[in-house]
C-alpha cells in the first residue's frame, strides 16, 4: 500500500486513498482502544487548589499499558506563584525527565512542568480562576 507521501506524489485512484485513509482510522483507534479512558486516579491537589466542578472534569490521570500518561480536569482558587507545586502524581507515573506544558489558564496560557517525582508545578500564570490540566499528554520513558 502506498504511503500518504506517495499518494500525493502520484496519480491515484479513489478507492487507494480510501484503502490508506481506512488503514489510518484503522492504526488510530488501536492507539486510542489502548487508554482505559475509564480508570483514571485522582491527581492529589495541593496549595490550595480545588476541583473547578461541573461541568468540567475532576483533576485526575490514566496510564496505558505502554507507559501514555494522560492528564484531564479544570481547577481553581490555587496559590499560583511561579514553582508552587499544585499537585502530585506518583512518581511511577511521572516521566523520567522533566516534562513542560503550555495550558489554558483563565483567558491566558501558563506554564506545567511535571517532575521526575510526580510534582506537578506551575509557572506563569496570570490568575487562578480557572487552570485546565486537559491536553497533557507524555509517555513515560
Not at 487508554?35 to 496505558?64: C, K, M, Q, R
Not at 491566558?108 to 480557572?130: F, H, M, Q, V
Request: aromatic content about 10%; proline content about 3%.
Amino acid at each position: 500500500m502506498n504511503t500518504w507521501k506517495n499518494l500525493f506524489a502520484t496519480k491515484v485512484t479513489l478507492e487507494e486513498v480510501t484503502e490508506e485513509l481506512d488503514r489510518f482510522i484503522g492504526e488510530f483507534n488501536h492507539l486510542v482502544e489502548t487508554i482505559n479512558f475509564n480508570d483514571y486516579s485522582s491527581i492529589v491537589l495541593l496549595a490550595d487548589w480545588v476541583n473547578h466542578g461541573l461541568p468540567y472534569n475532576e483533576a485526575s490521570y490514566t496510564v496505558n499499558t505502554q507507559g501514555l500518561v494522560v492528564l484531564k480536569g479544570v481547577i481553581k482558587n490555587g496559590r499560583y506563584n511561579n514553582g508552587v507545586i499544585i499537585g502530585s502524581i506518583p512518581s511511577a507515573h511521572a516521566p523520567k525527565h522533566t516534562q513542560v506544558f503550555t495550558v489554558v489558564c483563565n483567558n491566558s496560557t501558563a506554564r506545567i512542568d511535571i517532575e521526575p517525582t510526580g510534582a506537578i508545578k506551575i509557572y506563569n500564570a496570570s490568575s487562578n480562576l480557572l487552570l485546565s490540566l486537559d491536553g497533557i499528554v507524555y509517555v513515560r520513558t
